[in-house]
């Protein structure tokens, strides 16, 4: 069993950054695929950002590549994700998630696949 906690998100400027954290207890994150999705008001839960299991392989969605990245540290059992240039558009609710071993490409922007999940963190950019 894994559970996460995220924390960062806040209200920032279009044009500004935010650093999300994703803490992780109960097991190590060594192993797990973590992906970052994002829900805003109405809309379906989105893929943002992954990092597999070995932490070799990274992908984004198209609207955030080139200015979100996301790593981890697995001593510290954490996976961040920094956002930078952002946007109104980018304003919603963030979860982490997690699953173990290797999945596809694919199969990481599918949140349906994930086992674990954070309650989530507000992010709000204003124009």
Do not use: H
Not at 96 to 122: H, N
Request: glycine residues 12%; charged residues 15%; aromatic residues 12%.
């Amino acid at each position: 069993q894994v559970q996460l906690v995220e924390s960062g998100g806040g209200l920032v400027q279009a044009g500004g950054s935010l650093r999300l954290s994703c803490a992780g207890s109960g097991r190590t994150f060594s192993g797990y695929t973590m992906g970052w999705f994002r829900q805003a008001p109405g809309k379906e839960r989105e893929f943002v950002a992954s990092n597999s299991w070995s932490g070799a392989d990274t992908y984004y969605a198209d609207s955030v590549k080139g200015r979100f990245t996301i790593s981890r540290d697995d001593a510290l059992n954490t996976v961040y994700l920094q956002m930078n240039s952002l946007k109104p558009e980018d304003t919603a609710v963030y979860y982490c998630a997690a699953i173990f071993g290797v999945i596809s490409e694919a199969t990481m922007r599918v949140p349906l696949k994930y086992d674990y999940w954070g309650q989530g963190t507000q992010v709000t950019v204003s124009s």
